[in-house]
Every structure is written in C-alpha cells, then in structure tokens.
T-cell receptor, first 115, second 111 residues
Framework: ETGVTQTPRHLVMGMTNKKSLKCEQHLGHNAMYWYKQSAKKPLELMFVYNFKEQTENNSVPSRFSPECPNSSHLFLHLHTLQPEDSALYLC??????????????FGPGTRLTVL | AQTVTQSQPEMSVQEAETVTLSCTYDTSESDYYLFWYKQPPSRQMILVIRQEAYKQQNATENRFSVNFQKAAKSFSLKISDSQLGDAAMYFCAFNDYKLSFGAGTTVTVRA
C-alpha cells in the first residue's frame, strides 16, 4: 500500500450520467495529479494541483472537472462522457510539483467504462 | 512538445537472465530528471529508479541499473538476475518542467 487510495475502483456509467472519482493521500504531500491510462498509449497527465492550486490543465475537455479542497483530497467530476473516455484513471501525489526530482506515488486507479 | 519513446512494447526474459529496456526522449532542456516506474498486474505503480541529468554516473538500485546517454537522449533500464516478481509494465518518464511518460514495455519472465 503506497498511501494513495482511490474510490471507486471500478465505475460503469452512461454518457448522460454524472459521477465523481475520489483520491486521498496519507503521505503529507503537497501535490496531486490525475492521469489517464489507455492501452498502448503513453500515460496522459490531465491535471496538477500544487498546494491546492491548479497548476496544469493539459487541454482536458471540460466534461472532466477537477476539485482539490485540500492537499490530501482530489476529485475528478465526470459529466456527459464519451465512450473514448473509458480508461484507467490514476491519481498520484508528490511532495512538491515544482521539484522535478520528487517521486510520484500512485493510487491503484479507477477503471472507468462509459457505455 | 516533450516525447518519450519506448520502442519495445513487449519483452520476454528467462528467469535469472538479464533484460534491457530502451527509452529515448526529446527535450531542449539541459537539466531534468529521468525515472523508471513499474506497474505490476493489478497493482499500483511504483518507482524503480531515477537519474539526475547532471550526474554522469549511472544510477543503480540492487538488480536494476540504467545506462544514461545524455547526448543520445537515451535512458535504458537493465534488469539483472530477473525474477518472477519483475513481471510488470515498465514506464520510462522524464521531468524537465513537465512530467512525460512513455507508452510502456510489458516484461514477462519465463520460469
């Protein structure tokens, strides 16, 4: 267990549904990240929060909406998704997003299927 | 745009043998950091090894070592004395001002 938890682990939703993914880190880190992992493609960085401030939005469609109420919690709100959004969504944390040397600690991921 | 290329989608190695995974990257920066992460089946991704670009000495962590060739922008991972527990997907990543990952290499270990 790396100290980063994600819920739910599996999610099936229709294109008109609204759902949220939750991530929590117990490591005292200040940076949190959302990634999208699709088969045979590079891991795609979606959002970065550093000290609760969003520092990066990697051209993510607005149907994905992140929320970071504090340094320990990160949410990804989903609304009117498309089937091509089906993927494994990974959350990660690190001590400081501005320190390139810092290791990222990953959660187990949420396997999302959009019907 | 930064890119990380892992040219080997899959690699297979006999237990106790050595396997080398390749990684190349593209950046105009001179100072950056390189990583290899391991993602076992249905388990969380963990850091295997990291390298600072300004250090010429190649990083080593037990059976894992890297061959860092800065001029060639190459960062390969060598797994020595392969074990069954090494079976996983391995991702190369680098961070100059933005962290970028490759597509991964799946390593299978034959008993």
């Amino acid at each position: 267990e790396t100290g980063v938890t994600q819920t739910p682990r599996h999610l099936v939703m229709g294109m008109t549904n609204k759902k949220s993914l939750k991530c929590e880190q117990h490591l005292g880190h200040n940076a949190m990240y959302w990634y999208k992992q699709s088969a045979k493609k590079p891991l795609e960085l979606m959002f970065v929060y550093n000290f609760k401030e969003q520092t990066e939005n990697n051209s993510v469609p607005s149907r994905f909406s992140p929320e970071c109420p504090n340094s320990s919690h990160l949410f990804l709100h989903l609304h009117t998704l498309q089937p091509e959004d089906s993927a494994l969504y990974l959350c990660a944390s690190s001590q400081d997003a501005n320190r390139g040397y810092n290791e990222q600690f990953f959660g187990p991921g949420t396997r999302l299927t959009v019907l | 745009a930064q890119t990380v290329t892992q040219s080997q989608p899959e690699m297979s190695v006999q237990e106790a043998e050595t396997v080398t995974l390749s990684c190349t990257y593209d950046t105009s920066e001179s100072d950056y950091y390189l990583f290899w992460y391991k993602q076992p089946p249905s388990r969380q991704m963990i850091l295997v090894i990291r390298q600072e670009a300004y250090k010429q000495q190649n990083a080593t962590e037990n059976r894992f070592s890297v061959n860092f060739q800065k001029a060639a922008k190459s960062f390969s991972l060598k797994i020595s004395d392969s074990q069954l527990g090494d079976a996983a997907m391995y991702f190369c990543a680098f961070n100059d001002y933005k962290l970028s990952f490759g597509a991964g290499t799946t390593v299978t270990v034959r008993a």
